[in-house]
């Protein structure tokens, strides 16, 4: 590309561009620099200077079936030649969508019933708090309302799934989070407060902790309780072994709802269909978004269980049409391109895919890392992994918040042409390639990592 346009991008994107989660003031000086992407293909982007780097975290978890597949680019021309858009209010729909609907439901646990389609995670969450409190409302329990999400887990940055965000980034300075949200203790086990419990006792633990929480508050006031079946932007922390057994004893036992944020776990990324499924869970809402159409076009999902769609059918009767909804809702679009990705994700087997090169990409950052001094943990399930640095792992000690050190980290394997992600308030390296990766692009991802450890921290 010319450089007098490459230059002109980068004034007119720190003249006019407000960027998400970025330092704005040092963005605006030129003290951060900028990555204007140009094209991509398979696990590849390509910048605007021709830098190639292998996105070893597809985009923010999204892309699951790699760049550059032209079936979904066509099916969302096609689509849009043929109908651009239509809302999907009053019973409304298009073929892409009602298609979609099904196909969705068809990767959906048993018990799963309905799906209403969004724009992003966020609003699905949102949608998903409405529909709990008037799940309540209808069953005439107005007090039950409060939802309980959990330190560290992400759902969102609007209102509502900024507030369910247990991470102090998305509520500084926002007045967040809202009063009716309450958190409950991560089963982040490497941070366990008590170091002499082992991983059956923490994870007993963090159910006492939840269950003491519901009591205190009075189970009577709770609605929901929500949670991804991994943690992701916290840390990508797979649950200790027992946890998910007991929380759904617990929420059974309340009659509280259970919330799936299954926005990165869906679709393949733990090397099942969904999370849900993985873990033998029996949520009552299943939140979904980023591998529904691989971020090809936006797109999201609320998809209710028949517990839910039973309410929901009886209010309506009681009261009227439902008074929710969003323009986007269902955009044929979006639809389109969830048709044909959910298509490839099973002509391509990447579920498959990610279970074999996923633990294949694990088990090679723990060979190329572990014995590093600066690497207290490598972690991961499916197409996740995680590199946790700590000051001194021996001593169980962990670096002072700030240090910035898997940032350092992670700029110097894009130095050499590989994306990583740096956890927010953590010091993790965060791996969650499209699940297209091949154990060769595995190799080179773990030989980066190293590489960077060894030039940053020795």
């Not at 099904?102 to 959906?108: A, C, I, N």
Request: aromatic share 8%; hydrophobic share 40%.
């Amino acid at each position: 590309m010319d450089d007098r346009i490459n230059d002109t991008l980068d004034r007119w994107d720190r003249e006019s561009f407000l960027h998400p989660s970025t330092h704005l003031a040092k963005h605006a000086r030129g003290e951060v620099a900028n990555r204007i992407v140009q094209r991509a293909s398979g696990v590849y982007i390509e910048d605007r200077d021709g830098t190639r780097l292998l996105d070893a975290f597809a985009g923010l978890y999204c892309v699951n079936v790699g760049y550059g597949r032209t079936e979904i680019a066509e099916a969302i021309a096609h689509q849009a030649q043929e109908l651009a858009y239509y809302h999907a209010y009053a019973g409304h729909g298009t073929e892409a969508s009602i298609t979609l609907a099904h196909m969705v439901m068809e990767r959906m646990p048993a018990h799963m019933s309905k799906v209403f389609f969004g724009l992003g995670g966020s609003d699905a969450n949102t949608t998903n708090v409405k529909l709990v409190w008037y799940y309540n409302n209808i069953l005439g329990r107005p007090e039950k309302k409060k939802i309980i999400s959990r330190h560290r887990g992400y759902h969102g940055s609007g209102i509502m799934s900024g507030s369910l965000t247990g991470l102090p980034m998305w509520h500084t300075h926002f007045d967040l989070p809202l009063d009716r949200v309450l958190h409950t203790e991560a089963p982040y086990f490497m941070h366990r407060q008590d170091r002499d419990q082992d991983e059956a006792q923490f994870a007993a633990h963090c159910v006492e902790a939840l269950e003491a929480m519901i009591l205190r508050e009075g189970p009577e006031t709770v609605a929901a309780f929500v949670a991804e079946p991994v943690l992701g932007t916290g840390g990508i922390v797979p649950p200790p072994e027992g946890y998910w057994e007991g929380v759904q004893e617990v929420l059974d036992r309340h009659d509280i709802l259970f919330i799936a944020d299954e926005v990165v776990t869906g679709f393949g990324r733990l090397g099942s269909m969904t999370g849900s499924a993985h873990y033998g869970l029996k949520p009552d809402i299943i939140t979904i978004a980023k591998g529904l159409t691989s971020a090809y076009a936006p797109l999201s999902g609320s998809v209710v269980g028949d517990r839910v769609w039973s309410v929901l059918e009886q209010g309506t009767d009681a009261t009227g049409p439902l008074g929710h909804g969003w323009t986007y809702a269902a955009h044929p679009l979006g639809a389109a391109a969830g048709v044909a990705n959910l298509r490839l994700i099973d002509e391509l087997g990447l579920v498959e895919n990610a279970a074999e090169v996923g633990s294949y990409l694990t088990m090679g950052l723990a060979q190329a890392v572990s014995d590093h001094p600066a690497v207290g943990e490598v972690r991961g399930v499916g197409m996740l992994s995680a590199v946790e640095l700590m000051a001194d792992p021996q001593a169980g000690t962990f670096y002072p918040a700030g240090a910035g050190i898997a940032a350092k980290v992670t700029t110097a394997m894009a130095a050499r042409g590989v994306i990583a992600r740096p956890m927010p308030h953590s010091e993790v390296l965060g791996f969650a390639p499209p699940l297209c990766l091949t154990r060769a692009e595995a190799d080179t991802i773990c030989e980066v990592t190293r590489a960077a450890l060894d030039e940053v921290l020795d």
